[in-house]
């Protein structure tokens, strides 16, 4: 305990944040090729296949916006907690995560076998693309039993400052689904050929993998948390605390497939193509901002630490640091969409007329990059606080006020251009009223007004 005081509290800002931020953001990149994988193997099985997959992806994107937006609310309030000095409540929520992460996936369970096809169904009527999403999705949410708890016990030890096993944990999941991914859909060295059922199926087995592996973190390495000595007892007031922290991003990432899927709706007046170049985009750019989600992960337990200790300036310096990274990593990845994007598209096996909608889709899709930095970190520092509305606004300008109905309104006039051009304007919006929230904070709250003490 004296050891992870002394780094969240006293070690200078930066070489902190990065130690903290480097394992999860090669975590979280390593996570964003699971689907990018299973996509670029789908892609030169059939394109139908290709097709599925990028129709299924919003409940598959669920299942994983539930698990990581509880698993940030677990975080957020083992960090306070330990920033009080309450070790007593830290490790009592260890178990209610793990509570959480089994309900959570029994609903997966029911949704794949209840939902898959209705879903489906939406968006298209040709029997073979509904055959193979209704497998695929069927097989990766009955299965999510890994993702759901692995999810959950990553969370956990982030919140002490552990970034080395979650990191090691997604390695070893991707590591495994990207090995058994050519070997179950093209059936090789033996293995029967199971087309898009194996991408899922080796989906599945990486997160198992990586869930083993979480569980010997938990319980085997040396740790701050443990299980609750003297007993447990289920406290709502705990799980209220994680939702109300954990919501928000929860609500983000699930707005993420309800857009996902309203776009789908319309992309399919467009053509096939559309779908597939806008799924192939969607990976993509989880590939661009894994990353800044990883930091965001390690700059959010330093914040919720000295927020929890009332040390005003450490908690400032982490989100200027943070939003230079972020910016850096944005501007980077922007340039690199503008320049290659034909490159870009080749990996997924793109023909002529996907390469004549994907180049500028993701030119113009690129720009938005640029203003994002300012909608993931200042969220994050309202997570660390505890005031889960704040960033739900945010979240919500970026994924579903603005988005989508902009993109119906302009898609007339404009074609698929106003499309792409609706990710633009409402991540400039979205940024413009992150400022706005930020400053209200900055002069309202007792520990981070200018007046407040900048060391406790």
């Known amino acids: 305990m004296s050891q992870t005081a002394n780094k969240m509290a006293a070690r200078p800002m ?28 789908v892609a030169r099985y059939s394109a139908d296949a290709l097709t599925a997959v990028s129709l299924a992806f919003p409940l598959q994107n669920f299942a994983l916006a539930v698990s990581v937006g509880a698993g940030v609310g677990i975080s957020s309030y083992i960090a306070r907690k330990l920033g009080e000095g309450d070790r007593d409540a830290a490790n009592g929520a260890v178990v209610h995560g793990l509570i959480l992460s089994i309900v959570h996936y029994l609903f997966f369970v029911l949704l794949g076998v209840f939902a898959a096809g209705p879903f489906l169904s939406l968006f298209t009527d040709s029997p073979s693309i509904l055959a193979l999403g209704k497998e695929y999705l069927f097989i990766v949410l009955v299965g999510c039993v890994g993702q759901q708890v692995q999810i959950a016990i990553e969370k956990m030890l982030q919140a002490t400052g552990n970034m080395v096993w979650p990191m090691l944990m997604q390695a070893l999941g991707c590591v495994v689904n990207i090995i058994l991914d050519p070997i179950m859909i093209f059936g090789l060295l ?11 199926i080796a989906t599945v087995i990486g997160q198992l993998a990586a869930m083993a592996l979480s569980f ?3 319980f085997k390495a040396q740790n701050q948390l443990h299980f609750p000595r003297g007993g447990f007892r289920l406290r709502w007031g705990v799980i209220g605390e994680v939702y109300n922290v954990g919501a928000p991003t929860i609500l983000m990432n699930s707005l993420g ?6 776009l789908n709706s319309l992309l399919m007046g467009f ?39 009332r040390s005003r300036k450490r908690v400032l310096d982490c989100l200027r640091d943070g939003l230079l990274v972020s910016f850096a990593i944005l501007i980077g ?5 503008e320049l290659l994007p034909s490159q870009l598209l080749g990996l997924f ?48 300008l970026r994924q579903f006020v603005i988005t989508l109905p902009l993109a119906w309104l302009l898609a007339g006039p404009m074609g698929l251009n106003g499309i792409w051009l609706s990710f633009l304007i409402a991540e400039a919006a979205a940024a413009l009223a992150a400022v706005g929230l930020l400053a ?17």
């Open 271 to 309: 053509s096939e193509t559309a779908v597939s170049v806008f799924g192939i985009y969607y990976r993509l750019q989880t590939f661009v901002f894994m990353p800044v989600s990883g930091l965001t992960q390690g700059a959010l337990p330093i914040m919720a630490y000295n927020y929890g200790s």
């Open 440 to 456: 209200r904070l900055l002069r309202r709250d007792a520990v981070l007004r200018a007046d407040a003490p900048s060391e406790p």
């Open 14 to 41: 930066f070489p902190l944040l990065m130690s903290m931020a480097l394992p999860p953001m090669l975590s979280m990149l390593l996570s964003s090729l699971y689907n990018i994988v299973d996509s670029m193997f």
């Open 333 to 337: 990845c922007c340039l690199l969409f």
């Open 216 to 218: 010997f973190a938990l």
């Open 190 to 200: 033996g293995c029967p050929e199971m087309g898009i059922a194996g991408a899922a």
């Open 257 to 262: 497939s309800v857009l996902v899927t309203g």
């Open 349 to 396: 096996g793109a023909d002529a007329s996907m390469l004549s909608i994907g180049i500028p889709a993701l030119r113009l899709l690129a720009l938005s990059y640029l203003p994002a930095a300012l909608g993931f970190c200042i969220p994050t520092l309202f997570q660390a606080v505890g005031m889960g509305r704040s960033s739900l606004v945010i979240f919500l």
